[in-house]
């Protein structure tokens, strides 16, 4: 991708590179040497620059931490055999941050900045995208609101910044779940749709309960009647029932909207495989495992690519699902997905952009 937008580099005199061990990556651990920073004041994004990573100083009446006016993107960055770097679906990520920032009360960040911030970052940092399948560097690029103020409404300053890490697996093994019905993360008219802090916090507490009793993560339901599966903490989910896929549909503004669920989406299109976007109920769940009809359960998510779910708790019972055979379907969209994102098989959808 051609740049053209000017922005000041300080180089980092220290890098962290050789203090860092690529061969055992845990997610969100290391931090590479650079960030890109821009700041909105007086209602317009200026001040553009790219600098070492490093700690931010902050009023502490700094309104994203008192009212948690921030936003916040994942995308992946993978280094092909040729020791090219391919960036997957940005383009998605940058218009889901806006519909985030809109729904947040903020400004909306303008393509140039998102694309040409993040491309001339990753031309910097070139040398953290690991190589080795599995691996990849993560980029996160988010905003937050930076008035000094602590009365309540919209800031009207704000930073936005993207770093990136090189990463591994989210979930380096199948992942329990457990379906929650008393705590819930979105209700319709809520903040379910945007990828805001706040989303996260709230689903710490049941999310810690779960993984006390033993589970990675739990399947949320919805807020009202807590008999329709929504999605995970860390992921959207589909499940395999009698040859069909069904995941929940994204109109109810309670589900994020996945880059690697609607990914999956389209692979499944392109293949004639059966996919329905529509609420699986706890209670066809539950009797999908007691018949043994489900096939498979994953959960798909930019951290967590695809993951496969080998337990799941419904009204206090654990199901052990089947074990994943080399034609399942999940297996498959893993492989293909990692086949374009790597840049050894065609990607027909246009989601790769070269640094
Ligand atoms: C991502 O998949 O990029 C996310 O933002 C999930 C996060 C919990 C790591």
Redesign the pocket.
């Known amino acids: 991708m051609k740049t053209s937008l000017a922005i000041p580099v300080e180089k980092t005199a220290s890098s962290r590179l050789p203090q860092t061990d690529f061969s055992n990556l845990v997610f969100g651990k290391s931090i590479s040497d650079h960030m890109f920073v821009a700041d909105y004041i007086n209602g317009e994004w200026t001040d553009f620059k790219i600098e070492p990573y490093a700690p931010l100083m902050l009023s502490p009446a700094n309104a994203t931490l008192h009212y948690g006016q921030s936003i916040?993107e994942?995308l992946k960055a993978y280094k092909n055999d040729q020791g090219e770097i391919l960036v997957f679906r940005a383009d998605a990520n940058w218009s889901r941050m806006n519909e985030s920032a809109e729904r947040m009360c903020m400004p909306s960040i303008p393509e140039e900045i998102f694309m040409e911030g993040m491309m001339q970052l990753l031309e910097l940092d070139k040398a953290w995208v690991p190589s080795g399948k599995g691996s990849s560097l993560y980029i996160r690029p988010f905003m937050f609101a930076m008035d000094d103020y602590i009365g309540v409404k919209p800031s009207e300053k704000y930073k936005f910044i993207i770093f990136t890490c090189p990463v591994g697996n989210?979930y380096s093994k199948p992942v329990s779940v457990k379906v929650e019905t008393v705590f819930t993360r979105a209700n319709e008219g809520g903040t379910g749709a945007a990828?805001t802090a706040g989303n996260?916090a709230a689903s710490l507490y049941p999310a810690r309960k779960a993984q006390k009793d033993g589970y990675d993560q739990l399947l949320w339901t919805d807020g009202k009647s807590h008999s329709k599966i929504e999605e995970s903490g860390?992921?959207n989910v589909m499940f395999k029932i009698n040859g069909k896929i069904i995941t929940a549909p994204i109109d109810s503004g309670t589900i994020l909207k996945g880059i690697t669920r609607n990914s999956v989406i389209q692979l499944a299109k392109d293949w004639n495989q059966e996919l329905e976007e529509r609420f699986l109920t706890v209670s066809e769940l539950e009797t999908a495992l007691k018949e043994g009809t489900l096939e498979e359960a994953f959960g798909t998510?930019?951290?967590?690519t695809i993951a496969h779910i080998e337990r799941i708790n419904v009204n206090g019972k654990d199901y052990s699902l089947p074990s994943i055979s080399s034609n399942s379907f999940s297996k498959k969209v893993l492989a293909e997905l990692d086949g374009i994102k790597y840049g050894s098989i065609k990607d027909p959808h246009n989601w790769i952009i070269k640094v």
Request: avoid cysteine; proline fraction near 0%.
């Open positions: 916040f994942g989210y990828k996260y860390t992921m998510g930019t951290a967590a």
